[in-house]
């Protein structure tokens, strides 16, 4: 029997924002009635980063998003607005909001695995290209050229400048070396932070790499350029991996005078191998087990004190997306985890479960009149059975409580089974499965 002890009369902290993810809906369109809008809306997801937007054609495609798709000649008139072309971002843009989501927005290019390389060279003038992003900013926070006065607090430069070795022959993000790239996000930074310090300017969403990270810093410790958040990436199998790589993550920013800045992980999926585990990884992010991991991330993450927001890759029509079906766009499996920790979220407040199985994970919330909890198991292992999960509760009550359990298909069904005897839910799970419990304060 495993464990899990919960007083929902102590509150430990605030819920983060775990169910943030990569890119917005996608939206019905003229004949094709196809489309996610309303169940996006329903998972009320609160920010969408837009890397690799450019890649669905829905969003917009190679006319969205990207600087080089927004200000395609580089040496046009920075001031003019006719210089700029936002009618597809615009639009992409508006849609998020339309349905709940606010945009963060990565300044840059998607990555680029073409033989030939278009948006990744380090630009020819930094300064300039500091300035084609401040007017893109102006444009969707402050009117400028027809735009809009949106609340678009983040503002990210970049991507996974570490992904690629200086002298590999096939970099797929940043073409330049790390010194560039340090001049670059010092150029950058510093530009759009004294133009706009009420946002969040930040980067550099590093793929992989803590060695470059350090290396990173090393070379802009004497400017200490601005840097409200630092982003990173992480794919793998183990949720306490994640949470540990964000640990160290967060403890090298403090080490360099940046222990105020927002660590995000704003790029994460199951990923066993990138060669030849890969099919097996996709056809796990798509299914009950890739489900049950997103969940257990969003757990694990949660009551780490170093990560303060994660965002899912991806919802963006691709291999990558667990939520929702690439051809008929309805819920998958790993839809529920969000709209679980929607309404985890919706209470605020943290209340702390103590768990003595390493493959169990939970989040529970509070306010003054609900309790709510996820309860998730989630085991690498494909033989591992089912298990006994008995739940100790204290400050709630759950005698009337609302369970509702993953059921074969992954969908949620509300469970009638007996639920709450003498402050004790006692559950029988599957392996890979999710349970959400409501009660009264």
Same mark, same amino acid.
């Given at each position: 029997?495993?464990?899990?002890?919960?007083?929902?009369?102590?509150?430990?902290?605030?819920?983060?924002?775990?169910?943030?993810?990569?890119?917005?809906?996608?939206?019905?369109?003229?004949?094709?009635?196809?489309?996610?809008?309303?169940?996006?809306?329903?998972?009320?997801?609160?920010?969408?980063?837009?890397?690799?937007?450019?890649?669905?054609?829905?969003?917009?495609?190679?006319?969205?998003?990207?600087?080089?798709?927004?200000?395609?000649?580089?040496?046009?008139?920075?001031?003019?607005?006719?210089?700029?072309?936002?009618?597809?971002?615009?639009?992409?843009?508006?849609?998020?909001?339309?349905?709940?989501?606010?945009?963060?927005?990565?300044?840059?290019?998607?990555?680029?695995?073409?033989?030939?390389?278009?948006?990744?060279?380090?630009?020819?003038?930094?300064?300039?290209?500091?300035?084609?992003?401040?007017?893109?900013?102006?444009?969707?926070?402050?009117?400028?050229?027809?735009?809009?006065?949106?609340?678009?607090?983040?503002?990210?430069?970049?991507?996974?400048?570490?992904?690629?070795?200086?002298?590999?022959?096939?970099?797929?993000?940043?073409?330049?070396?790390?010194?560039?790239?340090?001049?670059?996000?010092?150029?950058?930074?510093?530009?759009?932070?004294?133009?706009?310090?009420?946002?969040?300017?930040?980067?550099?969403?590093?793929?992989?790499?803590?060695?470059?990270?350090?290396?990173?810093?090393?070379?802009?410790?004497?400017?200490?350029?601005?840097?409200?958040?630092?982003?990173?990436?992480?794919?793998?199998?183990?949720?306490?991996?994640?949470?540990?790589?964000?640990?160290?993550?967060?403890?090298?920013?403090?080490?360099?005078?940046?222990?105020?800045?927002?660590?995000?992980?704003?790029?994460?999926?199951?990923?066993?191998?990138?060669?030849?585990?890969?099919?097996?990884?996709?056809?796990?992010? %798509?299914?009950? !087990? #890739? *489900?049950? +991991?997103?969940? &257990?991330?969003?757990?694990?993450?949660?009551? =780490?004190?170093?990560?303060?927001?994660?965002?899912?890759?991806?919802?963006?029509?691709?291999?990558?997306?667990?939520?929702?079906?690439?051809?008929?766009?309805?819920?998958?499996?790993?839809?529920?985890?969000?709209?679980?920790?929607?309404?985890?979220?919706?209470?605020?407040?943290?209340?702390?479960?103590?768990?003595?199985?390493?493959?169990?994970?939970?989040?529970?919330?509070?306010?003054?009149?609900?309790?709510?909890?996820?309860?998730?198991?989630?085991?690498?292992?494909?033989?591992?059975?089912?298990?006994?999960?008995? %739940?100790?509760? !204290? #400050? *709630?009550? +759950?005698?009337? &409580?609302?369970?509702?359990?993953?059921?074969? =298909?992954?969908?949620?069904?509300?469970?009638?089974?007996?639920?709450?005897?003498?402050?004790?839910?006692?559950?029988?799970?599957?392996?890979?499965?999710?349970?959400?419990?409501?009660?009264?304060?």
């Amino acid at each position: 029997m495993s464990n899990i002890n919960v007083d929902f009369s102590k509150v430990s902290g605030k819920i983060k924002v775990m169910h943030a993810v990569n890119n917005g809906p996608h939206v019905t369109r003229g004949d094709q009635k196809r489309g996610n809008q309303d169940y996006y809306k329903a998972a009320r997801i609160p920010y969408a980063r837009t890397h690799d937007a450019a890649f669905h054609a829905q969003y917009g495609g190679e006319h969205s998003v990207d600087i080089q798709a927004i200000f395609p000649d580089f040496d046009a008139d920075v001031n003019d607005q006719n210089s700029y072309d936002f009618a597809c971002t615009d639009k992409y843009i508006a849609e998020m909001f339309e349905f709940g989501t606010k945009p963060f927005y990565r300044l840059g290019s998607k990555i680029e695995h073409y033989i030939k390389k278009y948006g990744t060279f380090p630009p020819k003038d930094y300064h300039k290209w500091a300035e084609i992003c401040e007017h893109i900013i102006m444009h969707y926070t402050e009117g400028w050229a027809d735009g809009f006065n949106y609340d678009m607090e983040y503002w990210e430069i970049w991507n996974e400048p570490d992904l690629d070795p200086d002298d590999s022959p096939n970099k797929r993000c940043w073409q330049g070396t790390e010194e560039e790239f340090a001049r670059f996000y010092t150029v950058a930074s510093t530009y759009l932070k004294n133009r706009f310090p009420h946002l969040k300017i930040g980067g550099p969403a590093i793929a992989w790499n803590e060695d470059w990270l350090e290396r990173f810093f090393e070379r802009i410790k004497d400017a200490h350029p601005p840097m409200d958040f630092l982003s990173w990436h992480w794919y793998g199998v183990e949720p306490r991996k994640m949470s540990k790589k964000g640990t160290r993550i967060a403890n090298i920013a403090k080490r360099y005078g940046y222990g105020d800045a927002e660590i995000i992980l704003n790029e994460w999926n199951y990923v066993r191998g990138w060669a030849d585990e890969f099919v097996y990884s996709i056809e796990t992010i %798509i299914g009950m !087990k #890739g *489900a049950a +991991f997103t969940s &257990a991330c969003m757990a694990e993450a949660q009551k =780490n004190p170093d990560i303060d927001m994660l965002m899912y890759y991806d919802t963006r029509p691709c291999a990558m997306n667990g939520m929702f079906d690439f051809y008929t766009m309805r819920p998958l499996k790993g839809y529920y985890p969000f709209l679980i920790f929607s309404n985890i979220y919706e209470l605020k407040n943290q209340v702390k479960a103590k768990i003595d199985d390493k493959e169990i994970y939970a989040v529970c919330s509070k306010n003054e009149e609900y309790a709510r909890m996820t309860v998730t198991y989630y085991s690498e292992n494909d033989n591992a059975s089912a298990k006994f999960v008995a %739940i100790n509760t !204290k #400050g *709630a009550d +759950f005698s009337n &409580a609302r369970i509702f359990v993953t059921d074969i =298909n992954g969908t949620m069904v509300e469970n009638l089974i007996d639920k709450f005897i003498d402050g004790k839910i006692t559950l029988r799970l599957e392996r890979n499965s999710i349970v959400y419990i409501e009660g009264k304060i």
